[in-house]
T-cell receptor
Framework: NAGVMQNPRHLVRRRGQEARLRCSPM?????VYWYRQLPEEGLKFMVY????????ESGMPKERFSAEFPKEGPSILRIQQVVRGDSAAYFC????????????FGPGTRLTVL | ELKVEQNPLFLSMQEGKNYTIYCNYS?????LYWYRQDPGKSLESLFV?????AVKQEGRLMASLDTKARLSTLHITAAVHDLSATYFC??????????FGTGTSLTVIP
């Protein structure tokens, strides 16, 4: 049973470009969460999605960031017009259901903005 | 604002010694999770504590939860070098998101 998959594992972008991060949840999991980890810090929640729905986006910056989890395919975290401060590790987690909410984490995408 | 605080933030200990990491949180939560993170790696689930008084043990690590005190502990017994990592606790009061602690960076010295 494959775990949570994320790609790319490393992404380098220049300021002003767009970054697209992908996350495929574990088989049977329909809940996806995105977290951001700045160097030497803990993980900070960004957004929680179910298929075709954003459930909680209280941690998402108001501008440039968006997320989706379409009916088919992976969840996408999209960052437009990246800035140096966006450099971080972005982790995706998935869970089977909300009530039994153990989250399993993917390997992360390390974004570097030059 | 919900806070999850761990202490110590940095811990250097000799092999064979015992120590405890503390996790305090500021809101009601019946569930608490402990994760391990190695440098440059993802988070590995260690323990899921689902009720007050829960205690779980795996190898040299033991975790407990006191929901009334809003406190969890991660106890390390007879530390070995392989335990060197950063340890995070997380609470889940609403079911929508995890709130992570600040992390405890553990270094076990031979």
């Amino acid at each position: 049973n494959a775990g949570v998959m994320q790609n790319p594992r490393h992404l380098v972008r220049r300021r002003g470009q767009e970054a697209r991060l992908r996350c495929s949840p574990m088989k049977g999991h329909s809940h996806v969460y995105w977290y951001r980890q700045l160097p030497e810090e803990g993980l900070k929640f960004m957004v929680y999605l179910q298929k075709e729905n954003i459930i909680d986006e209280s941690g998402m910056p108001k501008e440039r960031f968006s997320a989706e989890f379409p009916k088919e395919g992976p969840s996408i975290l999209r960052i437009q017009q990246v800035v140096r401060g966006d450099s971080a590790a972005y982790f995706c987690a998935s869970s089977r259901a909300k009530l039994w909410n153990e989250q399993f984490f993917g390997p992360g995408t390390r974004l570097t903005v030059l | 604002e919900l806070k999850v605080e761990q202490n110590p933030l940095f811990l250097s200990m000799q092999e064979g010694k015992n120590y405890t990491i503390y996790c305090n949180y500021s809101t009601t939560s019946d569930r608490l999770y402990w994760y391990r993170q190695d440098p440059g790696k993802s988070l590995e689930s260690l323990f899921v504590l689902l009720s007050n008084g829960a205690v779980k043990q795996e190898g040299r690590l033991m975790a407990s939860l006191d929901t009334k005190a809003r406190l969890s502990t991660l106890h390390i017994t007879a530390a070995v070098h392989d335990l060197s990592a950063t340890y995070f606790c997380a609470v889940d009061p609403s079911g929508n998101q995890f709130y992570f602690g600040t992390g405890t960076s553990l270094t076990v010295i031979p």
